[in-house]
C-alpha cells in the first residue's frame, strides 16, 4: 500500500506552489514611506509652508564633488538660497580678513566718522564666546584659543546690525 502523501498543494504543481508561496512571503513586505527613528520630532503645514524637525542625529554631513550633493542625516532641506542682501550703512565700509584662519582675525573699518562699533563671536550654535569694543580702526581677534569651527562674526553699532560674517578656523 502506498504511502499517502501529505502536502499541503495536493494536486498542485511544483512551479504553482513555487508562485503560491512567493505571494505568501512577499504579502508581510508592504512598501512603506520614509520613516525616521529619532528621540523626538514633528512636522507642521499652515496655508503659508511647512516644517519638520528631529532632534536627536549624531551623525550629519554634506559632500559636494562638483555640481553632484550627498547630504546625510534625517532632514534633507529643499531650500535654495538664491541671493543675500547686504545691509548697507552709509558711510562705513568694513574688512574681515583672513578668512579662513589660522591664529588671528583682523578687522578694519572705513568710515567718514567716529563709530561706536561692537563685535560679537558666536559659536555654530549661537553662544557668545566673544564681545569686544572697536577703539581703532583696526581690530585684532586672536583665534588660536578656539577650536576648528565655523564661527559667526555680528558688527553692530548700538542695536543696529551692521554686517555679520561666518568664520572659518582651521
Given at each position: 500500500m502506498k504511502q499517502k502523501q501529505r502536502f499541503l498543494f495536493r494536486g498542485?504543481?511544483?512551479?504553482?506552489r513555487g508562485l503560491i508561496t512567493f505571494c505568501l512571503l512577499s504579502s508581510g513586505a508592504a512598501i512603506h514611506a520614509q520613516e525616521v527613528v529619532s528621540t523626538a520630532g514633528s512636522h507642521g503645514e499652515?496655508?503659508?509652508?511647512s516644517l519638520s524637525w528631529t532632534?536627536?542625529?549624531?551623525?550629519?554631513?554634506?559632500?559636494?564633488?562638483?555640481?553632484?550633493?550627498l547630504t546625510q542625516g534625517f532632514q534633507q532641506s529643499k531650500l535654495t538660497v538664491t541671493a543675500i542682501n547686504d545691509l548697507k550703512v552709509s558711510g562705513i565700509e568694513l574688512s574681515v580678513y583672513p578668512n579662513p584662519?589660522?591664529?588671528?582675525?583682523?578687522?578694519e573699518v572705513k568710515t567718514d566718522k567716529q563709530r561706536d562699533l561692537l563685535?560679537?563671536?558666536f559659536d555654530i550654535?549661537?553662544?557668545?564666546?566673544?564681545?569686544?569694543?572697536?577703539i581703532e580702526n583696526?581690530?585684532?581677534i586672536?583665534?588660536?584659543n578656539y577650536k576648528p569651527a565655523t564661527y559667526i562674526l555680528k558688527v553692530t553699532e548700538g542695536n543696529k546690525e551692521i554686517r555679520t560674517y561666518q568664520i572659518v578656523k582651521h
Open positions: 498542485i504543481s511544483f512551479i504553482q499652515t496655508t503659508s509652508g532632534v536627536g542625529e549624531p551623525v550629519v554631513e554634506t559632500i559636494t564633488n562638483g555640481t553632484k550633493t584662519t589660522n591664529s588671528f582675525l583682523s578687522i563685535l560679537s563671536l550654535n549661537g553662544k557668545l564666546i566673544l564681545q569686544k569694543k572697536m583696526k581690530q585684532t586672536k583665534m588660536q
